[in-house]
């Protein structure tokens, strides 16, 4: 299996502030990873696919780079919507597997 | 526009089976792996099944393995999780989500609770 490792695994930031989110997988995964918002009492959302594509409808604050086993989720510019919990997930292979979450507060 | 809406969660006592539906609308169904995620209270995600377009190809979480069965019907634009043999373990909200093999989760349902417990 697959294993993804977020760091950290919470960090206090104010607005404004940029931000940055890593996650590594245990072995390649090429592009094959996804990053997803979710905010309390919500079901996630996707942010990021192909490690850096930006999906559709998200703000150009946030971007996505890396390839293999290292990669960074960014936030440019934090704002006041941006509080949430963040997850990387890796599709290259079965098992699906996520990251344990970073946890934004303000 | 694309939408997923789960439903068949509930209050299932240890041992006991439940049904969850998703029903899918605004995208071409039978284009798409479709997968159920689920997070336990104050946890993380963790992928659960998967099941390919044409139904043929299911990939299930060990955790999972001979409990749960994933199946879909695709001229009503569902997919289902039937979960036997249930534990306290599973307690947990379970999304459904297009996507699953290359391809990332998206969009995700609102969710349906289940909730195991005596």
């Known amino acids: 299996d697959i294993q993804m490792t977020q760091s950290p695994s919470s960090l206090s930031a104010s607005v404004g502030d940029r931000v940055t989110i890593t996650c590594r997988a245990s072995?390649?995964?090429?592009?094959?990873l996804a990053w997803y918002q979710q905010k309390p009492e919500k079901a996630p959302k996707s942010l990021i696919y192909a490690a850096s594509s930006l999906q559709s409808g998200v703000p150009s604050r946030f971007s996505g780079s890396g390839s293999g086993t290292d990669f960074t989720l960014t936030i440019s510019s934090l704002q006041p919507e941006d509080f949430a919990t963040y997850y990387c997930q890796q599709y290259k292979s079965f098992p699906l597997t996520f990251g344990g979450g970073t946890k934004v507060e303000i | 526009q694309v939408q997923l809406v789960e439903s068949g969660g509930g209050l299932v006592k240890p041992g006991g089976s439940l049904r969850l539906s998703c029903a899918a609308s605004g995208f071409t169904f039978t284009d798409y792996y479709m997968s159920w995620i689920r997070q336990a209270p104050g946890k993380g995600l963790e992928w659960v099944s998967c099941i390919s377009s044409n139904g043929r190809s299911i990939y299930s979480a060990d955790s999972v393995k001979g409990r749960f069965s994933i199946s879909r019907d695709n001229a009503k634009n569902s997919v289902f999780l039937l979960m036997n043999t249930l534990r306290a373990d599973d307690t947990a909200m379970y999304y459904c989500a297009r996507g699953g093999s290359v391809r990332w989760f998206d969009p995700w349902g609102q969710g349906t609770l289940v909730t195991v417990s005596s």
């Open positions: 072995q390649g995964i090429s592009s094959w």
